[in-house]
C-alpha cells in the first residue's frame, strides 16, 4: 500500500516480509526523477538496519520511507509508528560522528510534525540520529519537553532494537493506527522563506497552508485572484485588486503563489512579484537561488549560484528595478500581471517627484509611485492586472501613501480599470475612507470577502498576536489583558528588565534551527550601553539565512535588526528591546527622536505614526513566543533617565505580562 505522503509504506509486517531491493525498486520508481547510486546504497543499508531491529515488532506498527514534509521542502528518511510512540529517523551512512547541523535536522522534523500533522499533536515524537559507521553510544533518553517531543536520541546502526524496547516498554498509552497517523492531515504554516522555496519548487498553496476551519481559506483567496486573470485575459481588460489582511495573515503568501504559478516568461499569464521591501527581496533571492542549486545537484546537474538568481529575478523582482526599467523603455513590460507587495508603502506623489529629480534626471516627472507603476501596466494593449497587497498600519517611512494613493490614480487617472476591493478597505487602520468614497458611483467596482485575511498565520500557536499587539499599541488595556490571557497558555511572551536575562530565555526555549533573533525599533538610538547600536548595519541575508556558528546569523544576539529589516519577514522567538523613542507617559504614548545629544519630540502626527507602526512591526514578528525588554534607566545619563522606561515598564506588566524579574 502507497500514501500520496511517503514514497513507501507498509505494515512492519509486510516490510520484514520484503526484499531490500524490491523496496529499494518501488522507493527509486516514486522518486520523480534518476536515482543516483549511492541514494540507492543508503536505502539498502536503511532496510538492513530496520529490518533487523524490527523483528520483535511484527504486527506492532507501520514503516514509512521518504515521509514528506512540503513546508520545509524535505523528506524524512524513515518514519516508524510503533505501538504508542512515533520515530522520525534520519540516517547519516558512513559517518562516525554526531554532528550538530544532523541533530538539529531531524529535530526540525520532528517539531514539523507536532506542529503541523494533527495526527501527531497529542502524541510522544522521538527524534533519532543514526551514524551508521558510530561507535556504540550511552543510550539515555531525557524527558519530553512538555509537547511530548524528545531531545534528539544519538546511536549506532546496531542500537536501534535497544532504543525500540526501552521505549515501547515505558510508554503505556493507548495504541497509534499507523494507517490513520500517515493519512493525517497536514496543515503547515510556513515562514515566508520556507513558503517562497515551496512554491518556486512547485508546491501548491493549498500544500503548504493550513487548511483549519479558523484560518482564511488561502486556496480561495488564490482561486478568486486567478479567475479575474483569466477573465481580464478574455475580454481584454484591465484590472486591480486589492487584498487586504491583518500582519502575518499570508498576504504575501498569496502574491508568491499567483506569481510561481505563471514563471513562464514565455507565457502569456507571465507575472512577477515586486517588492520595495530590499531586506525581503535580497533574502528570498538568496534563499531560491541556494535551494535551486541544490535542486540541480541533487538531480545530478550542475548550476551556478549566478544562473540560479537569474532565473529567480524572473520571478521575485524589486520594485524600484522595475520602475527604472520602465522609466528607459517607453514599451509595455514584459509581465501581464504585476503583483505589489507591501503596496501602502509606495511613495507618494511629493517624494517621488522629488527623487525622480534628485536621482534619476527627470525634473518634469509628476506622478506619485502607483499612478506611475500603473501608467507602465497600463502600456498593454490588450489587457493587465495589478495585484496589490495591504497591511493596515505598516507604512514606516517618510513618504510612504498608504492605499489611497493607488485609489485616487485609478480615480483621476484610469476610468476603465476595473477595480477589486477587499471590504476592510473601509477600516481605519488602511486610512483609505475618503478615497473609497470618491469610487462610489463608478462602474465596475466589486467588493469581495475573498479579498481579506482576518486570521494572522504568522504564530501558528496564537492567532491574535496582532490583536494583542493592536490593543496594546491603541492603549485598550482591558482588552489587552483579556487577549493575552488567552495567548499565554500556547504563545509566552515575558517581560524584563534585563536584556542577557531575556536572551537566556529566548536561547532556552528555541529547538533544532528555530530561528531567534534581536530586533529594535530603528530609533533607538540610546542602547549603545546595552551593545546595541542601530548606526551600525547589518547584512539581513547573513541574519536571516546565516547558520548558528556564523557570528553574522540572528543566532547570535550580538546585531539587532530594524523593523526595515524584518518587515514581511519573521522569527521563531524574539527578543524585542524596548527604547525611550515611543514611551508612555501618563494615558499617551510620547514620541521621540534623537538628535546629536539629546531627545527631541516628534510632533508631525505622520512621523508618530511611523513609530507606532514601527513597534507594530517588531511586536508581530514572532511566531512561537518573545522576550520584551525595556531597560532600566540611569540615574548618571539624562539620555536614559530612569523615567523614560519605568512607565513603559509599568504599563506592560500592569497588562499582565509575566516577569523575569
Known amino acids: 500500500m502507497t500514501l500520496h505522503r511517503a514514497h513507501y509504506h507498509a505494515t512492519i509486517d509486510a516490510f520484514l516480509n520484503t526484499s531490500a531491493d524490491a523496496i ?26 530496520l529490518q533487523m531491529a524490527l523483528v520483535p515488532y511484527g504486527g506492532q506498527g507501520h514503516v514509512f520511507f521518504e515521509f514528506v514534509l512540503p513546508r520545509i521542502g524535505r523528506r524524512v528518511d524513515v518514519v516508524l509508528v510503533i505501538n504508542h510512540v512515533v520515530l522520525v529517523v534520519e540516517f547519516k551512512a558512513g559517518e562516525k560522528e554526531f554532528h550538530r547541523r544532523a541533530i538539529d535536522q531531524v529535530w526540525d522534523y520532528a517539531l514539523d510534525l507536532k506542529n503541523f500533522h494533527e495526527p501527531s499533536h497529542a502524541i510522544p515524537l522521538v527524534p533519532v540520529l543514526i551514524a551508521t559507521q558510530a561507535e556504540s553510544v550511552d543510550l539515555a533518553l531525557t524527558t519530553p519537553a512538555h509537547d511530548g517531543v524528545y531531545e534528539p536520541v544519538r546511536i549506532g546502526r546496531g542500537q536501534l532494537g535497544l532504543l525500540l524496547h526501552r521505549l515501547t516498554a515505558e510508554n503505556a498509552s493507548q495504541c497509534i493506527d499507523g494507517l490513520a497517523w500517515g493519512a493525517g492531515r497536514y496543515s503547515p504554516t510556513p515562514t515566508i522563506v520556507e513558503a517562497a522555496r515551496a512554491l518556486y519548487g512547485g508546491h501548491a498553496v493549498s500544500d503548504i497552508s493550513r487548511s483549519d476551519a479558523g484560518a482564511s481559506n488561502l486556496t480561495r483567496t488564490s482561486q478568486y485572484l486567478n479567475e479575474v486573470i483569466a477573465g481580464a485575459q478574455e475580454v481584454g481588460r484591465k484590472a486591480i485588486c486589492l487584498l487586504t489582511g491583518v500582519p502575518g495573515a499570508g498576504k504575501t503568501l498569496v502574491g508568491l503563489d499567483v506569481a510561481a504559478q505563471h514563471m513562464d516568461a514565455a507565457s502569456s499569464l507571465h507575472s512577477v512579484f515586486l517588492s520595495g521591501n530590499g531586506p525581503l ?27 540560479a538568481r537569474r532565473q529567480v529575478e524572473t520571478f521575485i523582482q524589486n520594485v524600484h528595478h522595475f520602475r527604472d526599467d520602465c522609466l528607459l523603455d517607453p514599451g509595455p513590460p514584459p509581465e ?3 503583483i505589489f507587495d507591501e503596496a501602502q508603502r509606495a511613495w507618494n506623489r511629493e517624494q517621488t517627484v522629488a527623487f525622480m529629480a534628485r536621482k534619476k534626471g527627470h525634473p518634469d516627472f509628476q506622478m506619485s509611485e502607483p499612478e506611475y507603476l500603473l501608467s507602465c501596466m497600463d502600456r498593454h494593449s490588450d ?31 484610469y476610468p476603465n480599470w476595473e477595480i477589486h476591493l477587499s471590504p476592510r478597505l473601509h477600516d481605519s487602520e488602511y486610512g483609505s475612507g475618503a478615497a473609497l468614497r470618491a469610487l462610489s458611483g463608478r462602474e465596475r467596482v466589486h467588493l469581495n470577502d475573498s479579498l481579506h485575511l482576518d486570521v494572522s498565520m504568522r504564530s501558528f500557536r496564537a492567532e491574535r498576536v496582532s490583536d494583542w499587539v493592536k490593543f496594546v499599541l491603541d492603549l485598550e488595556e482591558d482588552k489587552a489583558r483579556g487577549t493575552l490571557h488567552e495567548l499565554l497558555p500556547r504563545y509566552p511572551i515575558v517581560l ?3 536584556l542577557d536575562a531575556a536572551k537566556a530565555w529566548v536561547k532556552k526555549r528555541a529547538r533544532g534551527n528555530e530561528r531567534f533573533g534581536m530586533i529594535v525599533s530603528s530609533q533607538a538610538q540610546r542602547l549603545k550601553p546595552h551593545a546595541i547600536d542601530i548606526r551600525v548595519p547589518i547584512d539581513p541575508v547573513h541574519w536571516f539565512l546565516g547558520p548558528k556558528e556564523d557570528v553574522r546569523s540572528s543566532y547570535y544576539l550580538e546585531d539587532a535588526a530594524t523593523e526595515f529589516q524584518v518587515q514581511g519577514l519573521e522569527l ?8 525611550a523613542d515611543f514611551r508612555k507617559s501618563g494615558s499617551v504614548w510620547d514620541h521621540w527622536s534623537f538628535v546629536g545629544s539629546r531627545w527631541q519630540r516628534v510632533r508631525k502626527p505622520d512621523r508618530q505614526a511611523y513609530l507606532k507602526n514601527a513597534y507594530r ?12 525588554v525595556v531597560p532600566m534607566g540611569s540615574g548618571h545619563d539624562p539620555t536614559r533617565a530612569e523615567n523614560f522606561y519605568d512607565e513603559t515598564y509599568s504599563y506592560l506588566r500592569s497588562i499582565g505580562l509575566p516577569t523575569l524579574d
Open 496 to 498: 524584563t528588565r534585563d
Open 383 to 413: 489587457w493587465a492586472v495589478v495585484l496589490c497587497l495591504v497591511g493596515g498600519g505598516q507604512e514606516i517611512n517618510t513618504g510612504e501613501a498608504g492605499i489611497s494613493e493607488w485609489i485616487e490614480a485609478l480615480q483621476s487617472r
Open 572 to 579: 521563531d522567538w524574539a527578543c524585542v528591546v524596548w527604547d
Open 24 to 49: 529499494c525498486g518501488m522507493l527509486a520508481s516514486r522518486s520523480g526523477g534518476a536515482v543516483e547510486p549511492t541514494q540507492l546504497r543508503a536505502w539498502q543499508e536503511q532496510v538492513a538496519v
Open 336 to 338: 501581464h500581471v504585476a
Open 617 to 628: 512591526v517588531l511586536l508581530t514578528r514572532a511566531r512561537q513566543g518573545m522576550a520584551l
Open 281 to 307: 527581496v535580497a533574502i528570498l533571492t538568496e534563499a531560491l537561488a541556494q535551494d535551486r542549486v541544490q535542486r540541480a545537484r541533487r538531480e545530478g546537474g550542475i548550476l551556478t549560484k549566478g544562473a
